[in-house]
């Protein structure tokens, strides 16, 4: 089993190297001169595509924010998805105040993949940016997600950069730093090694032709973002990763909200490698294996946790001695160290490359220990919850959805918060995501002054005992002073650090290769991708309705769709449309729902 321990140690610390080399080289390759807008010779028409369930506290906030953007050709799709609450209201008062918004209210609750598939049908543009309902659009994202599309034919999707707004809690911080130096780095390295496992589907950009060549979105997935990615990535089409794409967004604040977001997250990554096994039957899928080879090795090492967390309590606490096993105690000894080093080092890389986008991150460096200690844990524990889920969850059955959690706190600032945000690049200082823009009542409820007091001393000193290891473990000194058994033998320790360093190197090298030869080349390799037409007739065919509800759909400022068993139904708000009937497509004008003319 010594195989098993050395994997269940290592992995985390491999994958830790793996990530900082690839990001820092991505960092150096492609960000650090990007300039502050790209040069665009054109702007094709951009479709802004919001999903939206039971949101009204953000759709007013959210569609406005993208309204500041700087981008001169674009319209703003809000679809409402069979929502319970005041959402439809706020939709309709936007829609009649804004001539680029436009709106889609579905009758029943679809889920988002089929919100998305039926705002594709309504879009009038070839490049779809979806964002979600609490995401605030920077002001100079959309310029820097077409070009990708006009500089790249073979682009089928863009990954924008998510940046969480609310930290004011403990768990709010702590996904503050993971989104920079975990989901950040991650993303930057599969990028340069060609494939990405998902795109943000908080923010993300889709090639018209691309969607509908893979298939459009399944709506029995629980997460369409990283399936979509799959489906287009399987089809030869090239997600990139552009940073400068921000997106303002607010993360669940409560263990609850949080452990749910997971094992959806975690869930529907096991369904994709379900889905998409077939890979391993095609050598032209060979890129995807070692982003499916990494997805199943962190399920093993989940439940390697698990595993020997159990056999540490059976032989603890019921005497069942196993030779060689005691050392696999849960409580962080000289391996723990070890690995809350590496986070350590990995969040000062990820925040001394994200200080671009964000400068106030380092203000939130003293959290980022709870990672291992804690969080880390806590994904692991959720990933073990999310595999029985999604081995025996039923194919074709439609995945619903319910408006995550948003986080206790909530910038209550109208519209003035786009402007604000949509400034960051030109003026960190005035991004509304620090405590004391926030609202104070609740941050007294949520997180006190003493707790939070005795948390940051509490933080301080486990890195501070991080640090403190590790610099007695790089002396002979502490070897033969303190207790070996503890810190481990000093000979075998240099011999590991010595083979991660060989290791480090070894992947610079990889890296280097891949990215001036391999790069290059899948960059300007001419694929053919059967595109077939993306005309009413294709999207009526795979939507099952007819190219008549497919044109109409695409002129009216408000539609209302309802989906029955043989087809859909799409009707206007509006009396000045002259709508024909065809076949057994219902196109009627209904009874005045709001403003305007009957």
Known sequence: MD???????????????????????????????????????????????????????HIVETVEGALKSEYPNYEILVVDDGSTDNTLLYIEELAAKHERVRALVLKNNMGKAAALNNGLLMSKSDILVTIDADCILDSKALHWIVYHFIRFPRVGAVTGNPRVRNRTTLLAKIQNGE???????????????????????????????AIIDSGMWDTDMVTE???????????????????NAIGWILVPETPSGLWKQRVRWAQGGIEVLRRHK????????????????????????????????????????????????????????WIGSMIALVCLIQFVISMAIDSKYDSTLYQHYVWVIWYPAIYWLFNAFALIRALPKALFKRIGVAALWKSPDRGLHVVKSGSEAAP???????????????????????????????????????????????????FFMGTYFYNHLLVPAYIGDMDATIDMLSNLFLFALFVFLVFFIWAKYNIKFYAHLDRRHNVGETSPNLLARMLNTTPQAVITAQNFKISIMEVTEKHMHIQAYEGSYSVPVQDNDVLTVPKKLSGGQQ
Do not use: C
Not at 183 to 188: A, D, E, P, Q, S
Not at 279 to 305: E, F, N, T
């Open 179 to 209: 989104y920079s130096s975990i989901i950040g780095l991650i993303k930057r390295t599969q990028r340069l090694l060609g494939k990405v496992l998902t795109v943000s589907g908080v923010i993300a950009a889709f090639r018209r032709q």
């Open 278 to 333: 077939d890979i391993w039957l095609s050598w032209k899928q060979r890129r995807l294996w070692p982003i499916y080879i990494d997805y199943l090795l962190s399920i093993l090492w989940a439940y390697g946790l698990l595993f020997f967390t159990a056999l540490w309590i059976v032989n603890a606490y019921f005497g069942t001695a196993i030779p060689g096993w005691m050392m696999l105690n849960p409580i962080p000894q």
């Open 3 to 57: 195989w098993l321990m050395n994997f269940f140690f290592l992995y985390p610390i491999v994958m830790s190297i793996i990530w900082m080399i690839g990001g820092t080289y991505f960092y150096f390759r492609y960000e650090r001169n990007s300039p502050e807008l790209p040069q665009l010779k054109e702007f094709p028409m951009v479709t802004i595509i919001i999903p939206a369930h039971n949101e009204g506290d």
């Open 420 to 470: 604000t945000l949509s400034s960051a690049m030109a003026n960190s200082d005035s991004v509304i995501i620090d405590a004391h823009h926030l609202v104070s009542t609740q941050r007294k409820i949520v997180e006190g002054t003493l707790v939070a007091s005795g948390l940051t001393i509490l933080s301080l000193g486990l890195i501070f005992l991080t640090l403190v290891i590790w």
């Open 225 to 243: 973002d990283i399936n979509i990615t799959w489906k287009l990535e399987k089809r030869f089409w090239a997600v990139h990763y552009e940073l």
